[in-house]
């Protein structure tokens, strides 16, 4: 897909909002119903078949969030560049009502102007700009005209393979966003708008990721949105350290919780409560205590998840056994490995070798 045929694939109308730019045209509608896409609040999964509308509160559907979180399982059974990514463009001509995600999401301004309320923050978006929400955070989105195109883009904890490359590991609160937005189970709302408007660097380079994730089938398209996704983050990185009043946070990041993940992602295979204590420069429990507070997970849980992400990547690009696979990702135990697995996608890894292993475990 080239950049002219991405314009008209973004700007061509979906039946859907055909549908719904008669309906605000349509004078017979009543004004309120004629520019709501639903009448109540509600929070989606990543699989709209399992979108769930709620009448209570926003605080009682975040603590319904986590009861509900599509579990990992949905996103390895994706095949491609959509195991880890997904990019949609947002519905014009309605108002996307108050409403909550159990992902991190980040909205994308590619054309046009849009209002998006987040967290009772209202964001004035233009051309460039992002939008970053953690799971919990809720929003709404004023009605947008024909030329305004919203971009929703969904990331999977899968890819922090893509995005966790040691360049954008440090100091930083942009990593520490991120890091907490990928793997933190609590639902305390926090949200990021990046002012990058007329940076056509970052425009360039997210254009082009969007040419590679809406033509798959291309030769190495993954790979290529891969690193252009890499480099957009790299470049958000560079804009916001140089030019720090472009990076607006409801609530700055914690930074040492963002290295102590940081560290596990690096050494998950051998790491311990200790090792990471010893990195960090305090004890083992406060190391704990911290991740709990601030992820809604302990250090255990938290390391088998980056060592399942190393397992699937090698279960699903190489041909290494399963009992291999599982050395290489920490595990003494080929039995405690597929009960974590299990846990964690909801499955066994490689069915036809299953039998085989099982009997060798016994």
Known sequence: MTLNELNVFLAEL????????????????????????????????????LSIQI?????????????????????????????????????????????????????????????????????????????????????????????????????????????????LIGANDLSSFIIEALYSDTTRPN????????????????????????DPDQVAAEVLAESYLRTVFALLWRESTL???????????????AEIISYIHENCVDC???SVADHIGYNSNYISSLLVEHTGKSFVTIRNGFRMERAEKLLSSTDIPVRDVAEQCGFTNITQFYKVYREYFGRLPRKENQATDSKSAI
């Open 55 to 167: 009448n209570n509160s926003p605080q009682h559907v975040r603590n319904e969030v986590l009861q509900r979180r599509t579990p990992p399982s949905f996103h390895a059974g994706m095949k491609g560049v959509e195991r880890w990514l997904c990019i949609q463009k947002n519905p014009r001509f309605v108002t996307h009502v108050d409403h909550m995600h159990t992902y991190f999401e980040i909205n994308y301004m590619y054309s046009g102007v849009c209002v998006n309320i987040v967290d009772g923050h209202r964001i004035v978006m233009e051309p460039g700009d992002f939008v970053f929400m953690k799971p919990g955070s809720v929003h709404s989105i004023l009605k947008t005209r024909e030329t305004d195109i919203l971009v929703n883009i969904i990331l999977m904890p899968h890819a922090a393979s893509a995005i966790l490359d040691k360049t």
């Open 191 to 214: 949200h990021l708008f990046l002012k990058m408007r007329n940076t056509e660097s970052i425009q360039d380079a997210m254009a082009r990721l969007m040419c590679e994730y809406f």
């Open 14 to 49: 979906t039946e859907n909002e055909k549908i719904s730019r008669e309906r605000y045209r349509d004078n017979s509608v009543p004004e309120q119903f004629r520019n709501l896409t639903k009448p109540l609040v509600y929070y989606y999964t990543l699989d709209d078949n």
């Open 243 to 257: 030019n720090p009043e472009k990076a607006v946070y409801a609530k700055k990041p914690n930074s040492m919780v």
């Open 272 to 274: 311990t409560r200790n």
